[in-house]
């Protein structure tokens, strides 16, 4: 008889399994999570299925090893075990690596800490007093609440808890482990929609009845209550006890998005994001795989987690650049959503009030399903834009804000509203250069200049994170106090607000800020409630934040992204100033913004000018067509990186040299990259076009079992689809 042998899968840079023996009395499944040897060490792995073409198992079992031990988590389901193989076979990245991002045994739940709860016992305390009497009063109704939690709603101390214990008047019990979330309730507060929303809402909601794959883009203006409308489809996922996935761009959206679910649901979601702790990821990690838990909402890595029972999963921002991994497995989270819900066979929907060109695309061709909701919530008006041509009315040298948006914020104030200014820049100053010899200082490790971060008093690099003190002399001539920065970061706008307006409350937002995701939560509320004057931040202002009171909004430099060669620059502009500007006129007061460009005559700011998205998507598109640019053509960038210069270059002329030739593919290149180099490796691009129906995945493999290999610390990087062309 011959032994029983499975595939285990290692979370390594291998792309193939290797071969195990089972041990009698195992059995194992794919998707089993086992403990086998690798050389001399313990590896964790996953049985994995065989591939329909690959060939008769030909193995010499004598040089085989054992399965070690089948760990007690739950299998991995099978729709992520094809996703897996899926995104390995697109992106080309080695399935190892894949199965790494899903893989998360070691995050295993510490056993639940025990919870006291406490009772009334009916006999009545030995000792009165106010707070005693407070906390009797509470407790009266029989039923038993967590010690701080009695407390909490009497308004006494844990310790006139503990009194009462020791009085006979209380009496303690072990309560149950707390769940990793509590189970939502689908009709806990269900909201009055208007008719648009309503039509909306049902149609998401049978989706999710129909337990097919479809995709829905829902295509809202800022502000016309997008997230009350998808809750529909949540809500009915909740209703059949199944299970639904939110995705979200950003981390500090999340306290604002949990609140709103709590209010709807009378709960909150799970949350799956790098804020939470291990042990809390392990508890809601097992409550995913067993379905206790239904609703998560998290960041892209959210994707990876092993759903008994998905239902619906939700892309909100779709179109947010953040969806975008660009170190290590490169791929797109929203894309591989789609994947992901097709393989499972479940709707997903897509929300923006500015989609993707992708997905505009694809709501055109008829392949995704188009939900308008054309108007705000409650008759809002979108707030309109008026350019300020920089080249004629632009600020007094040293200054970034034009007199007549400064005339506009001090109206703005004086009516008790809020004012919000946008530019993209984070930190004091861009570039820090000396003014007796000129010297710029650069990164020591990168080809960038160091961004000035007067807050924290230091110089930073924003793409390697390399630090240094502002230097007193410079470093090249020695002047003393020479050295001055050049160009407005949102620190140095703040600086010029308290200087305009000098009684108006301000704060920067910006995801830099000493402080972290607590103190971003809490500014964000102080914002919300109107306790700040004027606001200063970069695109974290874009995105999902409701601030009732914001009046005004002014772009303080709109060109900023238009000019590095970016094909998706035009679009990303676009987006970002709409969803800015969107951020006025939610509450009562009707908001207005104020575009400051040096290019008024541009497409892009004539559309937003004119309120006309659908010029812009239409000259977009069109541009995109001619160019055979994405969607309309395929794209793959090759980074070839080595830590000395004429290596990366080398290697990538003769990695040019051995590109397979196919009818209508183009290799361009190689260039050095516009960033040529990175955290002290030069970096050297190819770019590979293609047509919109070619199997770019395929070519890409062949060219690589034909190229020459990277030798001594020679990288190549390969991006299928890529976002970033730095």
Same mark, same amino acid.
């Given at each position: 008889?011959n @032994?029983?042998?499975?595939?285990?899968?290692?979370?390594?840079?291998l792309?193939?399994?290797?071969?195990y023996?089972?041990?009698?009395?195992?059995?194992?499944?794919?998707?089993?999570?086992?403990?086998?040897?690798?050389?001399?060490?313990?590896?964790?792995?996953?049985?994995?299925?065989?591939?329909?073409?690959?060939?008769?198992?030909?193995?010499?079992t004598?040089?085989?090893?054992?399965?070690?031990?089948r760990?007690?988590?739950?299998?991995?389901?099978?729709?992520?075990?094809?996703?897996?193989?899926?995104?390995?076979?697109?992106?080309?990245?080695?399935?190892?690596?894949?199965?790494?991002?899903?893989?998360?045994?070691?995050?295993?739940?510490?056993?639940?800490?025990?919870?006291?709860?406490?009772?009334?016992?009916?006999?009545?305390?030995?000792?009165?007093?106010?707070?005693?009497?407070?906390?009797?009063?509470?407790?009266?109704?029989?039923?038993?609440?967590?010690?701080?939690?009695?407390?909490r709603?009497?308004?006494?101390?844990?310790?006139?808890?503990?009194?009462?214990?020791d009085?006979?008047?209380?009496?303690?019990?072990?309560?149950? @482990?707390?769940?990793?979330?509590?189970?939502?309730?689908a009709?806990?507060?269900?909201?009055?929609?208007?008719?648009?929303?309503?039509?909306?809402?049902?149609?998401?909601?049978?989706?999710?009845?129909?337990?097919?794959?479809?995709?829905?883009l829902?295509?809202?203006?800022?502000?016309?209550?997008?997230?009350?409308?998808?809750?529909?489809?949540?809500?009915?996922?909740?209703?059949?006890?199944?299970?639904?996935?939110?995705?979200l761009?950003?981390?500090?959206?999340t306290q604002?998005?949990?609140?709103?679910?709590t209010?709807?649901?009378?709960?909150?979601?799970?949350?799956?994001?790098?804020?939470?702790?291990t042990?809390?990821?392990?508890?809601?990690?097992?409550?995913?795989?067993?379905?206790?838990?239904?609703?998560?909402?998290?960041?892209?890595?959210?994707?990876?987690?092993?759903?008994?029972?998905?239902?619906?999963?939700?892309?909100?921002?779709?179109?947010?650049?953040?969806?975008?991994?660009?170190?290590?497995?490169?791929?797109?989270?929203?894309?591989?959503?789609?994947?992901?819900?097709?393989l499972?066979g479940?709707?997903?929907?897509?929300?923006s009030?500015?989609?993707?060109?992708e997905?505009?695309?694809?709501?055109?061709?008829?392949?995704?399903?188009?939900?308008?909701?054309?108007?705000?919530f409650?008759?809002?008006k979108?707030?309109?834009?008026?350019?300020?041509?920089?080249?004629?009315?632009?600020?007094?040298?040293?200054?970034?804000?034009?007199?007549?948006?400064?005339?506009?914020?001090?109206?703005?104030?004086?009516?008790?509203?809020?004012?919000?200014?946008?530019?993209?820049r984070?930190?004091?100053?861009p570039?820090?250069?000396?003014?007796?010899?000129?010297?710029?200082?650069?990164? @020591?490790?990168?080809?960038?200049?160091?961004?000035?971060?007067?807050?924290?008093?230091?110089?930073?690099?924003?793409?390697?994170?390399y630090?240094?003190?502002?230097?007193?002399?410079?470093?090249?001539?020695?002047?003393?106090?020479?050295?001055?920065?050049?160009?407005?970061?949102?620190?140095?706008?703040?600086?010029?607000?308290?200087?305009?307006?000098?009684?108006?409350?301000?704060?920067?937002?910006?995801?830099?800020?000493?402080?972290?995701m607590?103190?971003?939560?809490?500014?964000?509320?102080?914002?919300?409630?109107?306790e700040?004057?004027v606001?200063?931040?970069?695109?974290l202002?874009?995105?999902?934040?409701?601030?009732?009171?914001?009046?005004?909004?002014?772009?303080?430099?709109?060109?900023?992204?238009?000019?590095?060669?970016?094909?998706?620059?035009?679009e990303?502009t676009?987006?970002?100033?709409?969803?800015?500007?969107?951020?006025?006129?939610?509450?009562?007061?009707?908001?207005?913004?104020?575009?400051?460009?040096?290019?008024?005559?541009?497409p892009?700011m004539?559309?937003?000018?004119?309120?006309d998205?659908?010029?812009?998507?239409?000259?977009?598109?069109?541009?995109?067509?001619?160019?055979?640019?994405?969607?309309?053509?395929?794209?793959?960038?090759?980074?070839?990186?080595?830590?000395?210069?004429?290596v990366a270059?080398?290697?990538?002329?003769?990695?040019?040299?051995?590109?397979?030739?196919?009818?209508?593919?183009r290799?361009?290149?190689?260039?050095?990259?516009?960033?040529?180099?990175?955290r002290?490796?030069?970096?050297?691009?190819?770019?590979?076009?293609?047509?919109?129906?070619?199997?770019?995945?395929?070519?890409?493999?062949?060219?690589?079992?034909?190229?020459?290999? @990277?030798?001594?610390?020679?990288?190549?990087a390969?991006?299928v689809?890529?976002m970033s062309?730095?």
């Amino acid at each position: 008889m011959n @032994p029983a042998i499975v595939d285990v899968l290692l979370p390594l840079g291998l792309d193939a399994p290797y071969s195990y023996l089972v041990p009698d009395g195992l059995e194992l499944q794919p998707g089993d999570l086992v403990q086998v040897p690798l050389g001399a060490r313990g590896v964790v792995g996953c049985v994995w299925p065989r591939r329909e073409d690959a060939g008769e198992r030909v193995v010499d079992t004598a040089k085989l090893k054992s399965v070690k031990a089948r760990l007690t988590h739950k299998a991995l389901p099978p729709d992520l075990i094809r996703l897996i193989d899926w995104m390995a076979d697109y992106t080309l990245a080695p399935r190892g690596m894949v199965l790494r991002m899903a893989l998360r045994h070691e995050e295993n739940p510490a056993p639940p800490r025990e919870r006291v709860g406490v009772r009334a016992t009916g006999r009545v305390p030995e000792r009165a007093t106010a707070a005693r009497n407070r906390l009797m009063a509470v407790m009266a109704d029989g039923f038993v609440r967590a010690k701080n939690d009695a407390a909490r709603e009497a308004g006494v101390s844990p310790s006139v808890v503990d009194g009462l214990v020791d009085d006979g008047a209380l009496e303690t019990l072990v309560l149950p @482990p707390a769940p990793a979330a509590e189970r939502p309730d689908a009709d806990h507060a269900v909201p009055t929609l208007s008719e648009a929303q309503a039509e909306a809402g049902e149609a998401l909601r049978a989706a999710v009845e129909r337990r097919g794959f479809s995709v829905h883009l829902l295509d809202g203006v800022t502000g016309s209550g997008k997230t009350e409308v998808y809750f529909e489809a949540v809500a009915q996922a909740v209703r059949e006890g199944r299970q639904a996935l939110i995705l979200l761009p950003e981390i500090a959206l999340t306290q604002v998005f949990l609140d709103r679910f709590t209010k709807r649901f009378g709960v909150a979601p799970a949350e799956w994001h790098s804020g939470v702790s291990t042990r809390r990821r392990g508890r809601i990690l097992e409550g995913v795989a067993s379905g206790a838990v239904q609703v998560v909402a998290g960041a892209r890595s959210a994707l990876f987690l092993p759903f008994q029972d998905l239902a619906l999963t939700i892309v909100d921002e779709e179109h947010d650049p953040a969806y975008k991994q660009e170190d290590g497995v490169a791929y797109h989270a929203r894309d591989m959503a789609v994947v992901r819900s097709r393989l499972v066979g479940a709707p997903i929907i897509l929300a923006s009030a500015t989609p993707s060109i992708e997905t505009e695309v694809n709501a055109r061709r008829g392949r995704y399903q188009r939900l308008a909701l054309p108007l705000r919530f409650g008759g809002a008006k979108v707030p309109g834009l008026l350019p300020i041509d920089l080249r004629r009315d632009g600020p007094p040298r040293g200054r970034w804000i034009a007199p007549r948006l400064e005339a506009e914020i001090n109206q703005t104030l004086e009516d008790k509203g809020q004012a919000l200014l946008f530019l993209n820049r984070r930190g004091y100053a861009p570039l820090t250069l000396c003014r007796a010899c000129g010297v710029r200082i650069k990164c @020591p490790s990168c080809s960038a200049w160091l961004v000035e971060h007067r807050f924290r008093r230091r110089l930073s690099c924003h793409h390697c994170g390399y630090q240094a003190p502002v230097p007193e002399n410079c470093p090249a001539c020695g002047e003393k106090d020479s050295m001055v920065p050049c160009g407005p970061g949102v620190e140095r706008l703040q600086e010029e607000v308290q200087t305009l307006f000098p009684n108006a409350r301000s704060l920067v937002l910006s995801s830099d800020m000493a402080g972290g995701m607590e103190r971003m939560r809490a500014e964000l509320e102080a914002v919300a409630k109107g306790e700040v004057d004027v606001v200063v931040g970069t695109q974290l202002v874009a995105k999902g934040h409701n601030f009732p009171g914001l009046a005004l909004v002014g772009v303080v430099d709109a060109d900023v992204g238009l000019g590095h060669g970016d094909p998706r620059a035009a679009e990303r502009t676009f987006q970002l100033v709409h969803q800015v500007a969107g951020r006025a006129g939610r509450g009562a007061t009707e908001g207005r913004g104020f575009i400051q460009t040096h290019m008024p005559e541009h497409p892009v700011m004539q559309a937003l000018v004119k309120g006309d998205r659908a010029a812009f998507y239409e000259t977009e598109i069109a541009a995109r067509e001619e160019a055979v640019l994405p969607p309309f053509g395929r794209l793959a960038s090759l980074v070839i990186s080595a830590t000395e210069g004429p290596v990366a270059e080398g290697h990538a002329r003769r990695l040019a040299a051995s590109a397979p030739r196919a009818e209508g593919v183009r290799v361009l290149g190689p260039a050095e990259a516009p960033l040529a180099v990175l955290r002290g490796r030069h970096r050297w691009r190819l770019l590979v076009r293609a047509p919109r129906g070619f199997d770019l995945s395929s070519y890409l493999r062949a060219w690589r079992a034909v190229a020459p290999r @990277p030798t001594g610390n020679t990288k190549v990087a390969i991006d299928v689809d890529p976002m970033s062309f730095l």
